[in-house]
């Protein structure tokens, strides 16, 4: 079956531009997450969406920063006035439950990613 | 706080011979132990993971990794190495008991190389 999907695959933004990413997770996973991957460091948590309530924004580093999943299935992940140390591969990973409590033993499945960079 | 650390930037391997990536993490409570593995340009794969029971686990591609409660490690093995084992591995862990939390907090990541 069809894995999670993430578009565009790489984003090229000038300093001060607004971007948009976009992720398709698998059909029917309840949970979605987006991720920061800095060059040479594990991914970092931003956002986590149960249907289609964020319930936890804690990772976000900034305001700049703004997710959302209006129908509980695609997200988009949209960063404002895009800086250089924005510059990262966003991931996106969904799970087939909520992930909370014992739920948390389920593992997630990610996108491929998509490389921003910031000129 | 939760933390995973990978002491290891890098692990080179001989074709054939054992290998082990080396995890070790801090969860105020018990943990939830994953493992994946990253190849260039693509998204992380799932490998492996502990939840409860029996402390040698196995997963994909013949990897398995050992639960260790009072090293507090998670180590991954794998009996012989192949070359197309050569890749970027994660390990990362969430705390059972974060009734809220739910990312996973992942490690900085190990390369490992197998040569030929």
């Known amino acids: 079956g069809a894995g999670v999907s993430q578009s565009p695959r790489y984003k090229v933004a000038k300093r001060g531009q607004d971007v948009a990413l976009r992720c398709d997770p698998i059909s029917g996973h309840v949970s979605l997450f987006w991720y920061q991957q800095a060059l040479g460091q594990g991914p970092e948590f931003l956002t986590y969406f149960q249907n289609e309530a964020q319930l936890d924004k804690s990772g976000l580093p900034s305001d700049r920063f703004f997710a959302e999943r209006p129908e509980g299935s695609v997200s988009t992940l949209k960063i404002q006035r895009t800086q250089q140390e924005d510059s990262a591969v966003y991931l996106c990973?969904?799970?087939?439950?909520?992930?909370?409590?014992?739920?948390?033993?389920?593992?997630?499945?990610f996108g491929p990613g998509t490389r921003l960079t910031v000129t | 706080a939760q933390s995973v650390a990978q002491p290891e930037d890098q692990v080179n391997v001989a074709e054939g011979n054992p290998l082990t990536v080396k995890c070790t993490y801090s969860?105020?409570?018990?943990?939830?132990l994953f493992w994946y593995v990253q190849y260039p340009n693509r998204g992380l794969q799932f490998l492996l993971k502990y939840i409860t029971g029996d402390n040698l686990v196995k997963g994909s591609y013949g990897f398995e990794a050992e639960f260790n409660k009072s090293q507090t490690s998670f180590h991954l093995k794998k009996p012989s190495a192949l070359v197309s084992d050569s890749a970027l591995y994660f390990c990362?862990?969430?705390?059972?008991?974060?009734?809220?939390?739910?990312?996973?907090?992942f490690g900085k990541g190990t390369t490992l190389s197998v040569s030929s």
């Open positions: 969860v105020s409570g018990n943990p939830y």
């Open positions: 990362a862990v969430r705390d059972r008991a974060n009734q809220a939390g739910t990312a996973l907090i």
């Open positions: 990973a969904s799970s087939l439950v909520s992930g909370q409590g014992a739920s948390g033993s389920y593992e997630q499945y």
